[in-house]
C-alpha cells in the first residue's frame, strides 16, 4: 500500500540520518525529530566500515564523507609484550565491495551533511525538526500518533510508520513495552584524545590499533585530527574523577609511550559498556534500530555500522511496502534478519574481541598474535577476516534469512 503520512523517524544519529535519506530519495514523506537543539558533535564512533560506505555511496554522499575523513587501508592487531604485529590490508577485499579501507570520520560530519542533504534537495518530501523530543507512541489500524515535546510544549505528530533511533535509553523502545536483554561489563572505559603525533612514538603504526596486553589491553585510532586512546579502568575501583583526572590520563599515557612533557588532552569521556540485544525489533508499526535496539563493545567499530545496516534495511522494507508488498511480512522479516545477525555474529564477535584482548594468560595472547599473523599472511585467509570484520559476510548472511 502507498505510505502517504510520513514515516517518522526519531533521533538524527547517523541510523536516523541514514534511514530519512533513503526514504526520501525513494519519494516517502519523512520527519526526522531531533530531540536536541542541534546535532551534537560528540566524539562518538568514527569507523565506517566497507560495507557501509557501499551504502552511503548509493546515497551519494562518499564524496562528501570521504573529503573529511582518512582513508584506512590496513588495521594492525599488536602485542604490546613482545612488539609482534599482525597487518590486515582491507585491499583484498577490492572484489566484494567499492571501498576496500576504512574510513575516519566522527559521525557528526556524517550526520551534518545528511540533515543539510534533507533540507536542501528533499524538502519536499523531508521534515527535519530540533528539540522534538519523543515522549510517547500511541498506534492505530493504520499509523501511529507520536507524542513530542516541542520547545516545552506537548504536541501530537501523526505517521504511517515510526523507526526508532533514539539511542540506548530509547524512550521509544520504552513506550512500546520491548525489554532490553544482555549485561553490562563491570569496568568502565575511558577515551583521550590527543593531538599528538603518536606515530612518532611506535614503529609502523597503523590508522587503527588493537592492542594487547595482559596488564592494560589498548585501543589507539586515528581521527583526522586528534589520537582516540581507548583504556579500560578498574572495575574495582568505582571513582570516574580519578579516571578523569589528568594524573592518571597522564600516567597512562606515558605508560603506553614515554614522553618528556605532558601530553596535550583535547577531550575525555568515560562511559558504561554494554552488550544488550532487544527482544524483538518491530512492535506493529514501530521499528527499532541501532543503538536503540543493542549495544555492544566499541572492539571492531562494529555498533554505529551495524545501526546504519539496521538502517539500510529497515527503510528498504519500507520502500517495498510503499510498492505494494505484504507489510506484516516484510517488517517481520526486518526484526528476523537484523536481530539474528547481530545475535549470531555482532555480539559474538565482540564479546570474543574483548575476551582475547584482555586475557591474563601470556600463552593465550601468545596463540591469539600467532592466529591473527598466520591469517594476516594468508590472502584467502586474510580475506575471510576481513570479509567478517568489515561486516560484508553478514549482510551476505542477512539476505538469506527469510
Known amino acids: 500500500m502507498k505510505i502517504t503520512k510520513p514515516v517518522i523517524i526519531a533521533g538524527a544519529g547517523p541510523v536516523g540520518c541514514t534511514a530519512a535519506l533513503r526514504l526520501a530519495q525513494a519519494g516517502i514523506p519523512v520527519r526526522l525529530l531531533e530531540g536536541l537543539s542541534d546535532l551534537p558533535e560528540t566524539l562518538r ?7 557501509s560506505l557501499d551504502m552511503i555511496d548509493e546515497l551519494g554522499m562518499m564524496d562528501a564523507l570521504k573529503a573529511q575523513g582518512l582513508v584506512c587501508r590496513k588495521y594492525q592487531y599488536r602485542d604490546r609484550r613482545t612488539g609482534a604485529i599482525a597487518e590486515f590490508d582491507l585491499d583484498v577485499l577490492r572484489n566484494d565491495t567499492k571501498h576496500p579501507y576504512r574510513l575516519q570520520a566522527e559521525q557528526y560530519k556524517y550526520t551534518r551533511l545528511i540533515w543539510d542533504e534533507l533540507q536542501k534537495n528533499y524538502s519536499h518530501v523531508a521534515e527535519c ?3 522534538h523530543a519523543v515522549k510517547g507512541v500511541h498506534q492505530t489500524a493504520d499509523g501511529v500518533e507520536v507524542l513530542v515535546w516541542d520547545k516545552g510544549q506537548e504536541k501530537i505528530i501523526e505517521g504511517s510508520y515510526l523507526i526508532a533511533c533514539d539511542g540506548a535509553d530509547s524512550a521509544v523502545r520504552k513506550a512500546v513495552a520491548i525489554t532490553f536483554e544482555g549485561f553490562t561489563y563491570p569496568e568502565k572505559f575511558l577515551v583521550a584524545s590527543t593531538p599528538f603525533p603518536l606515530e612518532t612514538k611506535f614503529h609502523n603504526l597503523a590508522l587503527v590499533n588493537y592492542i594487547s596486553d595482559p596488564e592494560e589491553w589498548l585501543v589507539l585510532l586515528r581521527t583526522p585530527a586528534l589520537w582516540r586512546v581507548l583504556i579500560p579502568t578498574d572495575p574495582k575501583v568505582e571513582d570516574d574523577a580519578l579516571w578523569l583526572s589528568d594524573k592518571w590520563i597522564q600516567d597512562r599515557l606515558h605508560h603506553m ?3 618528556d612533557q605532558d601530553y596535550e588532552i583535547i577531550h575525555r569521556t568515560i562511559y558504561r559498556v554494554h552488550q544488550r540485544v532487544a527482544k524483538t525489533y518491530r512492535r506493529g508499526r514501530v521499528l527499532i534500530a541501532g ?5 555492544n563493545n566499541p572492539l571492531g567499530g562494529m555498533g554505529a555500522n551495524g545501526g546504519i545496516h539496521d538502517a539500510w534495511n529497515a527503510a528498504g522494507k519500507l520502500m517495498e511496502i510503499n510498492a505494494g508488498g505484504d507489510a506484516d511480512a516484510l517488517l517481520d522479516r526486518y526484526d528476523r534478519q537484523r536481530r539474528l545477525i547481530c545475535m549470531r555474529f555482532v555480539q ?3 564479546i570474543n574481541n574483548k575476551r582475547l584482548m584482555e586475557a591474563k594468560d601470556p600463552d593465550v595472547q601468545q596463540k591469539r598474535q600467532a592466529d591473527f599473523m ?3 599472511a594468508d590472502p584467502e585467509l586474510a580475506r575471510a577476516f576481513l570479509l567478517k570484520t568489515s561486516m560484508i559476510q553478514s549482510l551476505r548472511d542477512e539476505q538469506q534469512i527469510q
Open 45 to 51: 564512533a568514527s569507523t565506517f566500515h566497507p560495507s
Open 129 to 131: 525538526h530540533y528539540d
Open 257 to 259: 609511550a614515554p614522553h
Open 291 to 295: 543503538d536503540a535496539a543493542h549495544l
Open 348 to 350: 559474538e564477535h565482540t
Open 374 to 376: 598466520r591469517q594476516a
